[in-house]
């Protein structure tokens, strides 16, 4: 199975800058596209920005100007630069993976999520 990482998360203050990485891992695949969601406190889980592998972007209204996401192919790994931090910012951000990957001889679709990494934003 296709397996993600992610690193970065931490404490901040209002203001401040985070860099949340993503990698993905597995035997024999392909990324289609890979994401950026996030969950706060009492809240549902949100997208906060996609790309594909043309390099396409999709961002949330909320963090449109200030968040960045950035992708390397090569690596099978998917950024995040999250600047002029809010304290609305806080959550659990997790990185979504969508693509193929080959077991056998066979080729099958995956949509892979990572584990999450606290992000939390003071005033």
């Known amino acids: 199975q296709v397996q993600l990482v992610e690193s970065g998360g931490g404490l901040v203050q209002a203001g401040g800058s985070l860099r949340l990485s993503c990698a993905a891992s597995?035997?024999?695949?392909?990324?289609?596209?890979m994401g950026w969601y996030r969950q706060a406190p009492g809240k549902q889980r949100e997208l906060v920005a996609d790309?594909?592998?043309?390099?396409?972007?999709n961002y949330a209204d909320s963090v449109k100007g200030r968040f960045t996401i950035s992708r390397d192919n090569a690596k099978n790994t998917v950024y995040l630069q999250m600047n002029s931090l809010k304290p609305e910012d806080t959550g659990v951000y997790y990185c979504?993976?969508?693509?193929?990957?080959?077991?056998?001889?066979?080729?099958?679709?995956?949509?892979?999520w990572g584990q999450g990494t606290q992000v939390t934003v003071s005033s």
């Open positions: 979504n993976g969508r693509g193929r990957e080959t077991t056998g001889w066979a080729l099958r679709d995956f949509d892979s």
């Open positions: 597995g035997r024999k695949f392909s990324i289609i596209a």
């Open positions: 790309i594909t592998s043309d390099s396409n972007t």
